[in-house]
């Protein structure tokens, strides 16, 4: 699946977007959280306060305990602060 | 009324056009209600240089359709326009527009309020801002979320 | 903030003028929201050709302005501006402006709804309509009163 | 005292202002559209229903029991229809 960064969460792991294959034991976006701050120091750093970061599966606010599979693109950002 | 107006965009926008293109030749226009976001020069008593707005386009697009879908379906409205600038931003210049049209006021200033509560907390833009100590990216405010979440229906 | 500007005239006014009237070259400034009255077609169903309004100038003046004090007094605006058209006035055309400015939105759209639920219900103008079956005055709204007691502070 | 009307209670009257010297015995709004209802057809018509009137003392609204002494200007009007 297609994950994608926003804002600072991006900044701090240093790419956009990228194609990911997770285990399947990573069932919900807070699984998925947890595996990718393994990925490395950039990750681990952007992923430090999992409560602070949202999440959205193909383009619709989900919560931590959503499920993933079938998405297609999981994106991972800050509070917004648009408007 | 036809679908709302929703553009992301990175050139400025002219207001007397946005009321224009909803008021223009009809004549069941009673209300128009416009709100304005503009880039003030500090942000919690810091001078700011400029802001830069970062999106989430796809996802962007489609939540705000959601929620202009929900304003038309909870208020008579004749015309829903919402105009939001991405990129850099220097104080006093425009950040965003919500313009609503109906027969009546309340309507109007109820659907306009929606959306902006709706924008400040749950659309994916998200604001850095310049000032002489480097770039930073704003924290969200705690009573933005208090406000948006005033239109849940219970 | 200075005093809010007040304008009675049969003049139409242009939004865009006013509000860079109270944002232009200033950075305090985060928030616009500007109400126009329009003139409809019809009233309660039946089309109407115009609308005349008369009014009691030196009444009106004053009566604003106490409101637009009462509106600076309780919340934080950096500008106010309320331009109320009289004479005759066709289907289409504007009516009335209620604009206000501040750094943050609630206090604009609160200070502008404040405004109109006023003008509707208390300010000394009053509507005559043409239609075909002559010219008749507008009945006041009980809705309107009751719009404009919900600011009463108790 | 001046005393002025507006919309239909002008039309009805058929004058827009004028002065008038009511008796001591006239002390509050009621009593003026009481003494004014009395000097001809036109007035008995503009105020024969005198709950729908609605007055100013000197260009502030005020309630039907308000004291006229010392009024410069009293208006009369029916509700009003701006914005």
Known sequence: ?83 | MSAATIRIQEADFDIAQEIAALTKGRSDVGAVVTFSGICRGSENGEPIAALTLEHYPEMAEAEIKRHTDEAMSRWPLTGLTVVHRVGRITPGENIVLVLAASAHRQAAFQAAEFLMDYLKANAPFWKREESQNGASWIEARGHDDAAAARWTKS
């Open chain 1, 1 to 83: 699946m297609k994950v994608k960064y926003f804002a600072w969460v991006r900044e701090r792991i240093g790419i956009a977007e990228e194609m990911v294959e997770p285990p399947t034991s990573v069932r919900t976006v807070d699984d998925l959280i947890g595996w990718l701050s393994t990925r490395g120091e950039t990750y681990a750093y952007a992923f430090e306060k999992p409560k602070v970061i949202r999440a959205a599966i193909d383009h619709t606010h989900v919560k931590p305990d959503a499920m993933i599979s079938g998405a297609r693109e999981i994106a991972f950002f800050p509070p917004m602060t648009g408007g």
